[in-house]
């Protein structure tokens, strides 16, 4: 049960089980998502080396692939920079390659300015999900602090992803400060995607009447779902030219919230919950670089490295009780 107003009779309420339908499929795309032919490909090894320069400078010796590869690899297995440049020479020496291998300097340096492909989310009006969560920068970890007390106040940013319901990949990734609100950064997340919108959904942080206003003039005719507040009222002229707000605060009074979240689709917002604990479970829920530029480009492969797992293979699931 997603609304927390109900939070006291929710233990009342069994759990739902599942079945795996294809886990035959996604016990294989589990297991390539270890394999180190799926993220060290044969175009990586083809355009490996950068092409000639044509404007004043130094000429860059790989390309832009050829450094996406090598962060790529430390995102997925977790690994310092240092490791990196150990894991790639390795791979290129059981190749029987003869390609120079990026020493962790240059991939922290490259990592300032590397553009990352965007997400797409394919030529159908989009469904969005949306909401943030923490990632640690530093400060002392959970073992001293449990036991000593922490001294310092740990480093934080706050990670703003937006997902499609239909695909399940993630279509927007935006890293702010700690202090930044969800409201405020729905106008970046909307920018970075290239598909018509159809619904923006949220959680209760983005009841405003200035996201409300951003989704409005980014994509015209896109419906915001979003819960309002527990003591909202609605807008002066609700008879007579109701706002999208009003008409969820009429279905709340007429269906209760359930009912309401069940009709508006908002249940679905339960996806990108999972989509949070899937980033911290196979990213991790820190980040390893330092400078905000870098930062920027770790999380954007790191949303690219979940896309392609959806790719490997996703679980279908049948409910049976």
Not at 306 to 318: D, I, S
Request: include cysteine.
């Amino acid at each position: 049960m997603p609304f927390k107003g109900n939070a006291d009779r929710r233990h009342h309420i069994p759990a739902q089980q599942r079945r795996v339908k294809n886990w035959a499929e996604y016990d294989a795309g589990l297991r390539a998502r270890g394999s180190l032919t799926v993220w060290f490909t044969a175009e990586a090894i083809e355009a490996w080396h950068a092409a000639p320069r044509t404007t004043p400078g130094g000429q860059p010796c790989y390309s832009d692939l050829a450094i996406t590869t090598a962060l790529t690899l430390r995102a997925v297995f977790r690994l310092a920079l240092r490791q990196t440049e150990g894991l790639i020479g390795s791979i290129l020496q059981l190749l029987g390659l003869t390609l120079p291998v990026p020493d962790h300097t240059t991939l922290s340096r490259r990592a300032e300015t590397l553009e990352v492909l965007r997400p797409k989310a394919g030529s159908e009006p989009v469904h969005l999900l949306v909401d943030s969560t923490g990632l640690k920068l530093c400060g002392p970890g959970e073992w001293l602090i449990e036991k000593h007390g922490s001294k310092r106040r740990r480093g934080w940013r706050k990670l703003h992803i937006a997902t499609s319901v239909d695909t399940g990949r993630i279509v927007a990734v935006l890293l702010t400060d700690k202090d930044v609100d969800d409201g405020g950064q729905v106008g970046a997340l909307l920018e970075q995607v290239e598909e018509p919108v159809a619904s923006f959904s949220g959680d209760g942080a983005y009841d405003r009447d200035d996201v409300y206003a951003e989704v409005t003039t980014q994509r015209p005719g896109a419906a915001v779902i979003v819960p309002p507040r527990a003591n909202a009222v609605p807008s002066e002229a609700a008879e007579t030219a109701p706002t999208q707000r009003d008409r969820h605060l009429q279905c709340i009074a007429e269906r209760g919230r359930m009912g309401w979240q069940k009709a508006s689709g908002y249940n679905d917002r339960a996806l990108i919950e999972a989509d949070i604990s899937r980033w911290k479970r196979v990213i991790g829920d820190g980040l390893r670089s330092q400078t905000d530029e870098r930062q920027t480009t770790e999380v954007a492969i790191a949303a690219n490295v979940l896309n392609r797992m959806l790719e490997l293979g996703c679980p279908k699931y049948v409910r049976v009780a």
